[in-house]
Every structure is written in structure tokens, then in C-alpha cells.
């Protein structure tokens, strides 16, 4: 994750005026406790670009205008330097004193955001001083446009909303999450392995076997694409070693044993979980499965309301799976489509589906609603590696997420 | 297409009493003028199966129940002997004189078909000699639950609508026809070129391309892909050859330059015109386009109606080809979606766009439809590579094919 190139993190110019409390807003979303050190007021009028992780949203480039905000004259300089801002930003965050009023500065920013296309999240901060009323809620929402989310960057009060609603207002582009491009060098050999078996689509592919195909050509990478069967062989064709294994789940313990112990090799669900989620929350939302006990209550969710087989892995296989580690019978809920029940908090896991009918913004958003919750979130692919003891192998590619298994706590 | 498996082949049994006309009718589906050896009736009551091919059907094999006609009594031999044919068959012809009454022995043929649901062909034949009457055809549909093909295999009248009707009524399974598999020995690397371009779909395949990658894994092969740009890396990280390169026809002088020359290459668009249709009647239909003379109809056909886009394929482009190779201007007129134009025999060259929409039965239809006016036809993969002269390297995996281009006539 640390070697996103930075063209690709998602560019979030933060506004407001000097009180407004933007240091301490982003040292609250990316959970920092170390005071970003400030800018002395007036000395300079250039933006500061800080490259963070703000999880789970990802990889972020901050682009703090403590130089420039308001304290100035409506200067020629200020509105340039302004401008210059919002043409580098993929989205604006424009940060208020709850307690002071919005005035034309704010109004501005909003305008030329409008005109100019760019998502704006706009936040009342300091509620721990100043409780948000209706009519303020009503009043920013005339004035800016949006709905303003109000938060305290002091006591963390309204932060997961701040993270919800970044995630919500993020440009289109920024579900491009690049499948496996970004850890292939060009030139690369990626080996895929697909079984056919009985549930394959006849004559086709399933889709994130076809998106990682492109995702890899995209990166000028190669795809060699075999059957369990032939891995071996696959292998034997080649005479430098294949930078990646990516296997189906089912076929792990086969492509394990036909991988040379110094190939990285993963699954496929894996590499979506990333993708579609955020796979360090989900793999230690994994690990809290040995922490549960008999009679837990565990939420296992999906996002939509498929056909169930027999045999349906969300509601017999992952919880027989779970049991038997837990050894005793749980308290199982299930829960399909958009809505997750109201009261997260009595869950000790939600098991969440492999979202593969919502989208990455989606997946994060409910993420983040657990999260807020304090419990934590495992999905199917992550959980069944987890349980079928083939997690650690499968984030070979993942080192720091890999850590995350040893970690005591 | 020699090399097909017998147990691929359609399997046509041909039943009928002695004096329908089954071995005459044989003949003029094969366009074999020899004479197939007639046995001897009453010597044997073993059914003969001869493999042949029926063009564009494709490779059956005929089961020719000759020994097992009605000629004995019901004997209870000849019960079993058709019933073990009927075992064998994907479908039946059952052929009848035209001149001759409908029996009881071709109506426990059609019962028989009908309860084990195998699809059955109904001919009245030698309609030179007994010209068929309405009233004889309400007649068998009625006995027999089919409508009767009136065909004469003498005079040869009839035989294209017999064809079309075989087509028709041939098993599902019947279509599926591998793209690039039967080419292919387990083990065996194919490399798959594909240029990523605007055209293709964001983060996705096209379904041809991802259709000849299943198949390559349903035969047992590898399938490794790349863009055009690492195909000569990619072939430097095998240390065996590949069996076959498959190129999009856009990157093919680039493939050709990158392929070495003992290595077979060929296009999708080459594979999709034999997986869809009949390549070795459309690489002859390209062929005529020499022998088109400035004036002469042209028929450009689409299976659907498609948004046409700027520089079109079948309205500006394949007529611009064409014009250049025969130095002067043609009569080019379009049809689009199910219908052909009723006339066929006024065109001199019939130019079908890709069949994406059709399945190989429509389309083999239809080129049987075009055959019947006497009219070339050739498919746009097909004439693209003959106008930018690739067809012949393209062809290299079917050399029988590729030596119709050599061919005087």
C-alpha cells in the first residue's frame, strides 16, 4: 500500500479559515497523534502536499492551505494561489468552526468548486465546544450547497461519518483501484491459476478472472493463464521466474505446492478483497475470529440477496467453519441487500460477502460503519484463507498486512 | 477439419426403404459424384458409418442403415438393429419417394425419434420424377410431426434447403464447435496477443477473447497473454516454442515481425470465422473478390442493426478496400438485421459482417442461403485480412485451407 505512486492517491485540498481546526482534523482522520507542525501564518502562501493513508479510505495526498486562508486581505495572491489549489485536487474539504459563521470566504470556496466540478465535503468542527443545531445544518446546506457533516476533531465524535462522507464524494475515478497492475514491474510474468470445474461459466471466464487479465496487460505485465493440472508445466516453460502466482481459492493447496517457495503467490480473493475493500481491516478483523466465544453474536452479511445453493457458504459453510475453531455453536445473524442492522455494537465479527455486486466506495462505506461500531469486519475470501490455515501464503505480496497475523494484542 | 474426432462429428443416421434413394441421396449432400458401394440387402443388418464431410455443414458421420430396411418382415432383428442406430445418432434423415405412400415403417421411425427426442429430417425425394403436392406435404407433417424437405437427388434440386434444414434441426451440442483447441495438444502454449486500445472495454475482455482463452484451458493447453509491445519478451521467456500465436488482427504485421517464422500464427477474427461459419467457403468467397469488375453488385449483410460509428467497418471501410482492389467503383448495397435481400443472384459477392450476434447455426445458414444463389461469400475478419494481405500467413494453422489461395479456377 505504502508504494502507491502518488498520481494515483486521491488529492483532498483541506479549506478553512485559521481556526477553523484543520490541523487537528487531519492529525484525527489519520489517526496520528504527533501535531502536524504548523505553518506560521503569513509566511509563506504555498500549499504544503502531505502524502498519508487515512483508513480504510487509502492513500491520500493532503493538501494542507494553512499559507492561505483568509486572514489576508481578498488578495490577488490568496485567489491565485486558491485556484492553483483546486486544479491539483481530486476533492475539497472545507473545514468551519462550528461556533463562528460561514461568510463569503467559505461561500467562495463552494462556488468555485461548483463551477469547476469538484466534490466538496463540508465539516462543522469543534462540536465538543459548539453542539451543531438544525438550523445551522439548514443554513450551511444553503449557503455551500451540501450538507455540512459535523464533527469534533477533539473528542473523535462524528470522524467514521467524515470518513463515510469522504468516501461518498470521492470522483468517479477514484474507484479505479488498480487489482494486482501495481505490484507487477512491466515486463513481469503473472501466472494465473483457474480450475475448471462445474461451476465455471460454460465457454467463459468469470469476471474477476477477466479484470485481473486486463488489469495486468494494463500495466504492461504478462498473463499466463493455466489449469491447476498444468502449473507445473507453466512453470517449466519458463525461463525466468514469474514475478506472481494468483490462484483460484479452491486450487490453493495444489498451486502452494507447485510454486517455488520464493515466487509470491495469492488467490484471487485476496487480491479483490484489496481491491473492492480494505484487506489490513479485513485481515485483522480475520484474526479476531479466534477471539470469539461460544454464543457470540456474529452478523454475517451480503450485499445482495443471491440464489442460495446447498451447501450456501454464508449460511453453512463459513459458519461451520467458524465453529468448529470457536468450538461451540454461536449466535448467528444474517443480513442481505443495502441496509445492515441498526445495532452493530452487539456483534463481536461481521463477516461480510465478496461484494462483488457493489462497488470498492460501497464495500468501504460499510466497512467503515463496523468499524464505527468497534467491531471488526472480515470478508469471505479473507476469512476462508483464514480458516483454511492458507492466509499467511496468500499475502506473500503484502508483507506489512503479513505482520498484522504475528501481531500480539 | 480432417483432424476432427470422430466422436465430434454429427452423427446423421439415414433411414428409408430400399428404393427411397438414401446412397443417391447421400451422394449429392457430399457432392461426391463417385458412387457410394452399394450393399448388398439382405446380407447384412449392420449399419455402415461412413465419416464425410457436408459443406459447410461440417464433418458427420453418416450412419447408413441400408441392411436394415423394411425389406424382411418386422423381424425383430431389424427392431433392435434401428434402435441401436437411434442410440448412436445426434439426428435422423428419414428418406422417403416422393412417388411411394408414407408407411407404417417411417412413421415408427419418426415415433421412435420422437420419444428418445432425437431431431428428425423428413425428404421426399425424387420429386423429378413425382413432383411433390401440397396435399402430400400436410400429409407427412401430419404422419410423420415434421414438415418434409422436397428435394430430387438427381437433378440436385432441393439439396441447399436440405442443408439449411439439417442446420436447423441439428442437436444444440451440434454448435459447439471449439474455436482453437482441436489445434492445440495438451501442454502446448498458445500466446495471445491483444492491443489495448480506446476500443477496448475498460477493465474488461472481449467475449472472443475470452472465449479462446476457456477453450485453450478446456483443452488442456496454456494460454499466455500480452500486448503486442511484450510479445517478443514474452516469447523470450519460453524456453519452449508455443504451439500457436493468436493476434488481433489490428497488431498482426507487428505479431507477424515478432512471431518466429516456424510458429503458427494466426487472427481471432481467422478463428471466429470457423468457429461461426465455414472458413474454408469464406476464404474462397475472399478470393472472388479479384474477380469483382467495377459495377458489379456487392451485398454487405449485418446480423443486428449496430450504432454505426464514424469510419465505419461495412459502410466505408470494407467498400473502400474493395474499390481500391478492383480499381473502380461497385453497386454496394446493405442489408441489416434477420433478413437477406430476396434476390441473392444479382449480387456477385455477398460481404457478412463477424455473425457477434449469431450463433454458427444462423450463420452457417446463411452462407448456405448465399451458396444456393450461387454467390461467394465472404465474412469481414476473413476479407480484412485478405485486402491487407495476412490471409495466408493468418491461415497457417490450416494448411488445406490456405492452398484454396493457390488454387487456379
Known amino acids: 500500500m505504502n508504494s502507491t505512486p502518488r498520481g494515483n492517491r486521491l488529492h483532498i485540498a483541506i479549506f478553512g479559515r485559521r481556526n477553523a481546526g484543520k490541523s487537528s482534523l487531519i492529525n484525527a482522520l489519520t489517526n496520528q497523534d504527533i501535531a502536524v507542525v504548523s505553518n506560521v501564518p503569513g509566511t509563506t502562501?504555498?500549499?504544503?502536499?502531505?502524502?498519508?493513508?487515512?483508513?480504510?479510505?487509502?492513500?491520500?495526498?493532503?493538501?494542507?492551505?494553512?499559507?492561505?486562508?483568509?486572514?489576508?486581505?481578498?488578495?490577488?495572491?490568496?485567489?491565485?494561489?486558491?485556484?492553483?489549489?483546486?486544479?491539483?485536487?481530486?476533492?475539497?474539504?472545507?473545514?468551519?468552526?462550528?461556533?463562528?459563521?460561514?461568510?463569503?470566504?467559505?461561500?467562495?470556496?463552494?462556488?468555485?468548486?461548483?463551477?469547476?466540478?469538484?466534490?466538496?465535503?463540508?465539516?462543522?468542527?469543534?462540536?465538543?465546544?459548539?453542539?451543531?443545531?438544525?438550523?445551522?445544518?439548514?443554513?450551511?446546506?444553503?449557503?455551500?450547497?451540501?450538507?455540512?457533516?459535523?464533527?469534533?476533531?477533539?473528542?473523535?465524535?462524528?470522524?467514521?461519518?467524515?470518513?463515510?462522507?469522504?468516501?461518498?464524494?470521492?470522483?468517479?475515478?477514484?474507484?479505479?483501484?488498480?487489482?494486482?497492475?501495481?505490484?507487477?514491474?512491466?515486463?513481469?510474468?503473472?501466472?494465473?491459476?483457474?480450475?475448471?470445474?462445474?461451476?465455471?461459466?460454460?465457454?467463459?471466464?468469470?469476471?474477476?478472472?477477466?479484470?485481473?487479465?486486463?488489469?495486468?496487460?494494463?500495466?504492461?505485465?504478462?498473463?499466463?493463464?493455466?489449469?491447476?493440472?498444468?502449473?507445473?508445466?507453466?512453470?517449466?516453460?519458463?525461463?525466468?521466474?514469474?514475478?506472481?502466482?494468483?490462484?483460484?481459492?479452491?486450487?490453493?493447496?495444489?498451486?502452494?505446492?507447485?510454486?517455488?517457495?520464493?515466487?509470491?503467490?495469492?488467490?484471487?480473493?485476496?487480491?479483490?478483497?484489496?481491491?473492492?475493500?480494505?484487506?489490513e481491516t479485513l485481515v485483522a478483523g480475520a484474526k479476531s475470529i479466534e477471539k470469539l466465544r461460544p454464543g457470540d453474536k456474529v452478523l454475517i452479511a451480503e450485499a445482495c440477496s443471491h440464489h442460495r445453493m446447498e451447501d450456501d457458504i454464508g449460511t453453512v459453510k463459513i459458519p461451520r467453519w467458524i465453529r468448529q475453531i470457536v468450538g461451540g455453536d454461536l449466535d448467528f445473524h444474517w443480513s442481505s441487500g443495502h441496509r445492515f442492522p441498526e445495532d452493530l455494537a452487539q456483534y463481536k465479527l461481521v463477516v461480510h460477502c465478496g461484494s462483488c455486486m457493489i462497488n470498492r466506495r460501497e464495500m468501504l462505506s460499510r466497512i467503515m460503519q463496523v468499524q464505527a461500531a468497534g467491531v471488526p469486519i472480515v470478508n469471505y475470501g479473507v476469512c476462508i484463507a483464514y480458516v483454511q490455515g492458507i492466509l499467511r501464503r496468500a499475502l506473500s505480496p503484502f508483507p506489512l498486512i503479513q505482520e498484522i497475523l504475528d501481531d500480539e494484542d
Open 45 to 279: 502562501t504555498d500549499p504544503v502536499y502531505k502524502a498519508m493513508e487515512i483508513l480504510p479510505v487509502g492513500p491520500v495526498v493532503m493538501i494542507d492551505t494553512a499559507g492561505i486562508d483568509d486572514t489576508g486581505e481578498l488578495g490577488e495572491l490568496r485567489v491565485r494561489r486558491s485556484i492553483e489549489v483546486l486544479n491539483k485536487a481530486d476533492m475539497v474539504l472545507l473545514v468551519m468552526d462550528a461556533g463562528a459563521g460561514i461568510t463569503e470566504y467559505e461561500m467562495d470556496i463552494a462556488k468555485r468548486c461548483q463551477e469547476k466540478k469538484l466534490p466538496v465535503v463540508a465539516v462543522l468542527n469543534k462540536i465538543d465546544a459548539s453542539p451543531v443545531t438544525a438550523l445551522q445544518r439548514q443554513e450551511a446546506k444553503e449557503r455551500l450547497g451540501v450538507e455540512p457533516v459535523a464533527v469534533s476533531a477533539l473528542t473523535r465524535e462524528g470522524i467514521s461519518d467524515l470518513k463515510i462522507a469522504l468516501v461518498q464524494a470521492a470522483p468517479p475515478s477514484w474507484d479505479e483501484q488498480t487489482i494486482v497492475g501495481d505490484l507487477l514491474n512491466p515486463g513481469d510474468v503473472a501466472v494465473l491459476v483457474i480450475p475448471i470445474d462445474l461451476a465455471a461459466p460454460k465457454g467463459r471466464l468469470i469476471l474477476p478472472q477477466v479484470q485481473t487479465i486486463r488489469d495486468i496487460l494494463d500495466h504492461d505485465a504478462m498473463a499466463y493463464m493455466v489449469k491447476e493440472r498444468e502449473l507445473k508445466e507453466c512453470i517449466r516453460t519458463l525461463n525466468k521466474k514469474p514475478r506472481m502466482v494468483i490462484t483460484d481459492s479452491q486450487a490453493f493447496l495444489k498451486a502452494d505446492a507447485d510454486t517455488p517457495p520464493d515466487v509470491l503467490l495469492t488467490s484471487f480473493s485476496i487480491l479483490f478483497a484489496r481491491y473492492k475493500g480494505d484487506l
